[in-house]
């Protein structure tokens, strides 16, 4: 992500990033030496897009292609893991050298390190060094886990500590609610849709396909509408770090404005994919307040815009008015009039369709979300790469957009109930400086990413059990005050992750 995270490069909701390719010498001198011995089917058209081929790279992510043992077409974990540890020590050019060239190890193979297997053969050549390109500049741009924080204590000592904390939410904080996330593989909402037939449920949110057919979205969107007036325990616990002056900015995935609720400042708040809140019409803008379309999405019909219609009907009756007794007579239409001609002259005037001011695939996100994490992050010497230290007062005067501490820059960030898959707020945790603490809070790990503390399981005990260690008094309806928790190593591979369960009462 580049250092001003600029709309142009990161500005709407997208699973793409796009970085940079080896040297065309690198690609000339390998390409020629591997595209002979391999003639593998592709399983992909090779006339594809750049960006369609970095999509892939961005999906493999997940599946972690690595070979159980030893041979020359996958990496293992451990040869992954010391490539890639390799990479950072000596740098690209000369990793590139090492291993192209000096240990002959196949781009195929190479590729595989970071978790990304395709078929090479001479059709796909070009995309496959040009992906190497985006897979090692990707990597170098991760952030890597700092090794002085691990435990939960760690965890809540930095809460406790920390002053000027960024939260980001995804649709896990507000499962306990009743409201399903997006992703989860049984019960998440893609896949409820998946069930009714969506072969691609991100397109009930493409923006182009609203406009031409809207009864797609109205007739699933009632799945995702909030309950009006309820919290979960994380917003609480949200709305309690900005009661304790430690809460810079809750940014937010989730568009069902519980937040609002929960009384987050609307100076702390910033809704990265727009919510409920508000809905606007389609054809003239008319904006209102997301209630008042409840009903028709509940009922599954299309809302219709009401200052359309009173403005539809104040034409209609001028248009009376114009003609003795009411009476109109309208225009004679012959036979071979073509509506294809008529240039709607003859379209009967419908009132435009409200669309919930949600972020759908293809739109730009609000320019408060680029703005506010420039002020957010903090400065950054580019001759030493170590961050400036400023004074309270300079703060205070950056930071016009707030009336009360704090005033940042960041010194912590808590990443809740999201599996952070979507940009640019995916990006978040490298355009932050990598020496700030990162705490994951989740029901699965998250593994593109590399967090100081992972903490996994249902967020609302999580957040109860962090404050009860941080000395703060988190209060909420739905948590039983003496609630005990279990805390086990969720593996052996990883000294910073861990389970964390509620323990059962004794019968």
């Known amino acids: 992500m580049p250092a001003t995270m600029a709309p142009s490069v990161a500005g709407s909701r997208t699973d793409v990033e796009v970085t940079t390719a080896p040297d065309s010498a690198t690609i000339a001198a390998q390409k020629e030496h591997e595209a002979e011995s391999d003639d593998e ?6 006339t594809g897009s750049e960006d369609d081929f970095v999509q892939k790279i961005h999906d493999s992510d997940d599946a972690w292609p690595f070979a159980s043992e030893p041979n020359d077409e996958t990496c293992t974990a451990s040869e992954a893991h010391a490539l890639r540890m390799r990479l950072r020590k000596v740098g690209h050019k000369q990793f590139i050298y090492e291993t192209l060239f000096t240990t002959k190890m196949t781009v195929k193979k190479l590729c595989t390190a970071f978790a990304f297997d395709l078929p090479y053969n001479k059709r796909t050549a070009d995309n496959y060094f040009r992906s190497l390109g985006h897979l090692i500049q990707r990597e170098l741009g991760r952030r890597r886990a700092l090794p002085q924080y691990k435990t939960i204590d760690h965890a809540a000592n930095l809460l406790r500590e920390k002053k000027n904390i960024i939260v980001i939410t995804g649709a896990g904080i507000s499962t306990s609610l009743g409201i399903p996330d997006f992703r989860s593989k049984t019960t998440g909402f893609y896949e409820l849709l998946k069930e009714q037939g969506y072969y691609e449920p991100e397109e009930v949110f493409d923006l182009d396909d609203f406009d031409t057919n809207p009864s797609k979205f109205y007739n699933v969107a009632g799945g995702i509408l909030p309950t009006l007036g309820y919290t979960s325990p994380t917003h609480a616990f949200v709305a309690l770090l900005q009661k304790h002056h430690k809460l810079l900015t809750n940014y937010t995935q989730n568009i069902d404005n519980i ?6 400042e609307p100076s702390r708040l910033i809704q990265c994919h727009g919510s409920w809140a508000t809905a606007s019409c389609r054809k003239c803008g008319h904006k209102v307040k997301g209630e008042e379309i409840f009903g028709d999405v509940r009922l ?28 109109t007579k309208p225009k004679k239409r012959y036979a071979l009039d073509s509506d294809s001609e008529s240039d709607g002259q003859y379209d ?3 009132p435009g369709v409200m669309k919930p001011d949600i972020t759908f695939f293809g739109e730009q996100l609000p320019d408060i979300f680029f703005q506010r994490i ?4 903090p400065e950054i010497d580019s001759k030493n790469g170590r961050i400036i230290e400023h004074s309270d007062e300079h703060q205070r005067q950056k930071r016009s957009d707030l009336n009360n501490e704090p005033y940042g820059p960041v010194d912590l960030v808590i990443v809740i109930g999201t599996s952070m898959k979507v940009a640019p707020v995916s990006d978040i945790p490298n355009y932050i400086p990598h020496e ?9 790990p998250v593994k593109h990413i590399e967090f100081d503390i992972n903490l996994l399981g249902d967020c609302d005990p999580i957040v109860a059990e962090l404050c009860r260690r941080a000395g703060l008094d988190l209060q909420h309806s739905m ?19 861990f389970t964390v369960v509620v323990r059962k009462p004794r019968t």
Request: one cysteine or more; glycine letters at 2%.
């Open 300 to 327: 599954k019909r299309i809302a219709r815009c009401q200052e359309c219609q009173n403005n539809l009907a104040l034409a209609s009756a001028a248009k009376r008015k114009r003609r003795p007794n009411g009476q």
């Open 41 to 46: 089917e592709d399983t992909f058209s090779d």
């Open 348 to 350: 009967i005037p419908e």
């Open 374 to 377: 420039s002020l957010d992050r």
């Open 479 to 497: 948590l039983n005050q003496n609630q005990a928790v279990d805390v086990q190593p969720y593996d052996e591979d990883h000294d910073n992750m």
């Open 259 to 264: 937040e609002s609720y929960a009384n987050i």
């Open 436 to 444: 700030i603490p990162h705490i994951l809070i989740s029901r699965e």
